[in-house]
């Protein structure tokens, strides 16, 4: 890459308002918000994080687009394994001969919701527009439109159960696992590799005992994937529910800490050379990250005043639910994560640069298989007389991501106010459409495009919908409905 290259890829990055990375604390410090890794704009559903997010789902789209994920061997393995041959993936596919045929991305804000009977079109303040009733992809490693919803309702989940777990008495660790890796590793072998490495530390007794000499109560786990110059970079965060009255915890966190590293340590070292071999062994400072996880309540308790300087400044605090979940709000320190690279893909073709983008493009594909169909996060679940982490903290029962992006919509936390609503009858859509010259989809796509100054009702007019007011939601926002003419004659209210 060019000096001048690298330097507009670096501005345009800044300009589009990501988070940047702080320097981080020390080693024991807790998981605290001293660390801001994101600033208040990336945070929200601001027009600027919705509209960066929609085109790196474009982007990312286009990249995959008429890939497959899965050889034919491994389809028919696949459909051999599963009877329903349904794809947790690719959602809108049903027969098993067609699951691994391309990536749920390519088809996410391109088709209408089955069942639906209209489509519900949001203005907010700042112009953007949130539809209701297209289907949405609900992948959390390529889709990052997608990703915003799913990892902002994740994140509220975790934040709670840290919440609930603290007032309680519980006591909340951060795990983080890694081990070194290559240039020459696939994701899909990293990420492969990491899980094997993780499943065979679980069955080692002295992880098990360390777990009970812990009071270990239950624990929900996050997966991360960045690129560097090493090659894909695969990580796992655990956040650890202990139980108070074990007598192995100390007053100082960082002692705590201190204590869980040392025990669990061997036992991931031993896991990881037996599927990675001795010169991949993990070490002591990089491999195993432990660091006490403290909630809000904490946080203001403890440190006042940093607390208070952090609410006059408007910015919110980096925590344990944080890290676990808002990878579209981070920006890489050594190695960049999978929505950077969307952006550079973009950067370097604008510039002509085709020897980067291609580069890119190779390895957006090699993540995308890489992920495929492998699950984000997990939480320990109730067996038995055995509660898991959501039953005991009373935390409602999980949702999908599919569920999450389909059916909640966007989360309260820095949502816009509405402006005006407008049900718009789907019979109606494919004559508006081509009216208009272009597919339903790209029609669709340049609805949700940011209005600036102009109203929706106008944009809708001007496309040929006749509109009809229709009595206001009860926060007093407005509400319309638009048809095609004669379908306007009964009442719609």
Same mark, same amino acid.
């Given at each position: ?7 507009? %890829?670096?501005?345009?990055? $800044? ?7 702080? !320097? ?16 208040? %704009? ?11 997010? #929609?085109?790196?789902?474009? %982007? ?64 907010? @303040? ?11 992809? &609900?992948?959390? *490693?390529? =889709? ?56 065979? =530390? ?17 624990? !929900? /786990? ?8 090493? &090659?894909?970079?695969?990580? %796992? ?12 915890? !100390? ?16 036992? *991931?070292?031993? $896991?990881?050379?037996?599927?990675? &071999? ?30 208070? @300087?952090? @609410? ?15 990878? !579209? ?9 999978? *929505? ?8 370097? +073709? ?6 980067? $983008? ?14 495929? /169909?492998?699950? +984000? ?12 982490? #959501? ?36 019979? $109606?859509?494919?004559?508006? @459409? ?11 796509? #340049? ?6 100054? +102009? ?8 496309? &040929? *919908? ?20 004669? #379908? ?6």
């Amino acid at each position: 890459m060019s000096t001048a290259t690298a330097t507009a %890829v670096k501005s345009t990055s $800044a300009q589009q308002g990501r988070a940047i990375f702080a !320097v981080s604390e020390s080693e024991n410090a807790p998981m605290t918000s001293s660390v801001d890794r994101m600033n208040t %704009v990336a945070a929200s559903f601001s027009t600027a994080s919705v509209n960066l997010n #929609r085109q790196r789902r474009r %982007v990312m789209a286009a990249a995959l687009r008429g890939l497959a994920p899965l050889t034919l061997e491994e389809r028919e393995e696949f459909a051999g394994r599963d009877g329903s041959g349904k794809s947790v993936e690719i959602r809108e596919i049903e027969g098993s001969q067609d699951v691994g045929r391309r990536y749920s991305v390519c088809g996410c804000m391109r088709s209408i919701a089955f069942g639906k009977g209209s489509l519900t079109a949001i203005q907010k @303040a700042s112009g953007r527009v949130h539809m209701k009733g297209i289907n949405r992809c &609900g992948s959390v *490693w390529t =889709c990052a439109e997608c990703a915003q919803i799913i990892e902002a309702h994740r994140g509220e989940e975790v934040k709670l159960l840290i919440e609930r777990a603290r007032e309680q008495g519980f006591r909340l660790f951060m795990i983080t696992y890694t081990f070194p890796h290559t240039i020459h590793d696939s994701c899909k072998d990293s990420m492969n590799g990491l899980s094997d490495a993780l499943r065979k =530390c679980r069955q080692r007794r002295k992880y098990r005992n360390a777990q009970e000499m812990l009071g270990f109560v239950g624990l !929900v /786990r996050s997966t991360e994937v960045t690129h560097g110059s090493n &090659g894909w970079h695969t990580h %796992v965060h655990e956040i650890w529910v202990c139980n108070p009255e074990s007598d192995s915890f !100390v007053p100082g966190f960082a002692e705590n800490s201190s204590t869980i590293k040392a025990e669990i340590y061997p036992q *991931w070292k031993a $896991a990881a050379v037996s599927v990675f &071999g001795k010169a991949r062994a993990p070490s002591y400072e990089h491999g195993l990250d432990v660091r006490e996880v403290w909630s809000d309540t904490d946080y203001t308790n403890k440190l006042p005043d940093q607390a208070a @300087a952090k @609410a006059e400044s408007g910015k919110k605090r980096w925590g344990g639910d944080a890290e676990m979940t808002k990878s !579209v709000n981070k920006r890489g320190k050594s190695s960049s994560t999978i *929505w950077e690279l969307m952006d550079n893909l973009s950067l370097y +073709r604008a510039a002509g640069n085709d020897d980067m $983008a291609l580069v890119i493009q190779g390895q957006l594909e090699d993540y995308a298989r890489g992920t495929y /169909r492998k699950r +984000r996060m997990y939480w320990t679940p109730t067996r038995g007389e055995k509660l898991g982490l #959501r039953d005991r903290f009373g935390l409602r029962a999980e949702q999908t991501d599919e569920e999450i992006v389909n059916d909640a919509g966007e989360p309260v936390e820095g949502q816009e106010p509405d402006q005006v609503e407008v049900s718009m009858d789907v019979e $109606a859509l494919p004559e508006i @459409a081509r009216r208009n010259g272009m597919p339903i989809w790209v029609y669709l796509e #340049r609805l949700q495009d940011t209005l600036e100054e +102009r109203n929706l009702l106008d944009v809708l007019k001007d496309d &040929g *919908w006749v509109l009809r007011r229709l009595a206001d939601r009860e926060d007093g926002v407005p509400r319309w409905y638009a048809g095609a003419g004669l #379908r306007l004659v009964h009442n719609k209210s």
